[in-house]
T-cell receptor, first 114, second 110 residues
Framework: DQQVKQNSPSLSVQEGRISILNCDYTNSMFDYFLWYKKYPAEGPTFLISISSIKDKNEDGRFTVFLNKSAKHLSLHIVPSQPGDSAVYFCAASPWRTSGSRLTFGEGTQLTVNP | DTAVSQTPKYLVTQMGNDKSIKCEQNLGHDTMYWYKQDSKKFLKIMFSYNNKELIINETVPNRFSPKSPDKAHLNLHINSLELGDSAVYFC?????????FGPGTRLTVL
């Protein structure tokens, strides 16, 4: 029972264009959502997060949108750069605190072509 | 000055062996985790410790036993290794909601 799903295993975009990565969840108890970025042979690194009381959070080129009624979130990267090429994981938690149980999606491989 | 480190990075072993993976964090965090990334690339939590106490224990075979000698270390012992244990194992730590991950240990069971 996969509670967090990233239905696109891969995405390819041109440098300078927008990248949109999608994530759907099924558990209505999830209250906090995070995006992690992972390069090969490295661990995931935190990118951006959003609480369920918001519908948008922005940090530089990265914006996360949350549609709670649709149980859907997306990560927008504008403009995309070749260095953004990595696997992006969506994760969700029922609360925002240390020790919270993160449930991850299966990841989307983003390739940004020069 | 790596924040979360794991050793070894690669581990190749035979079925039936017992092995350990070590994790250390120098961030002063109270909570540490072990995750498993299987062949389908899902990252799934296995265990979580807070101040050396077990707080999350997912449905993991009891061949897997975490040990936390102090709050900066969380080691993973695996007994009687099976083929299905082949995966990448990630250690992580957190002070609040943001979890910091180690580089992973790729375990291959032959």
């Amino acid at each position: 029972d996969q509670q967090v799903k990233q239905n696109s295993p891969s995405l390819s975009v041109q440098e300078g264009r927008i990248s949109i990565l999608n994530c759907d969840y099924t558990n209505s108890m999830f209250d906090y959502f995070l995006w992690y970025k992972k390069y090969p042979a490295e661990g995931p690194t935190f990118l951006i997060s959003i609480s369920s009381i918001k519908d948008k959070n922005e940090d530089g080129r990265f914006t996360v949108f949350l549609n709670k009624s649709a149980k859907h979130l997306s990560l927008h990267i504008v403009p995309s750069q070749p260095g953004d090429s990595a696997v992006y994981f969506c994760a969700a938690s029922p609360w925002r605190t240390s020790g919270s149980r993160l449930t991850f999606g299966e990841g989307t491989q983003l390739t940004v072509n020069p | 000055d790596t924040a979360v480190s794991q050793t070894p990075k690669y581990l190749v072993t035979q079925m039936g062996n017992d092995k350990s993976i070590k994790c250390e964090q120098n961030l002063g965090h109270d909570t540490m985790y072990w995750y498993k990334q299987d062949s389908k690339k899902f990252l799934k939590i296995m265990f979580s410790y807070n101040n050396k106490e077990l707080i999350i224990n997912e449905t993991v075979p009891n061949r897997f036993s975490p040990k936390s000698p102090d709050k900066a270390h969380l080691n993973l012992h695996i007994n009687s290794l099976e083929l299905g244990d082949s995966a990448v194992y990630f250690c992580a730590s957190s002070a609040d909601w943001e979890q910091f991950f180690g580089p992973g240990t790729r375990l291959t069971v032959l």
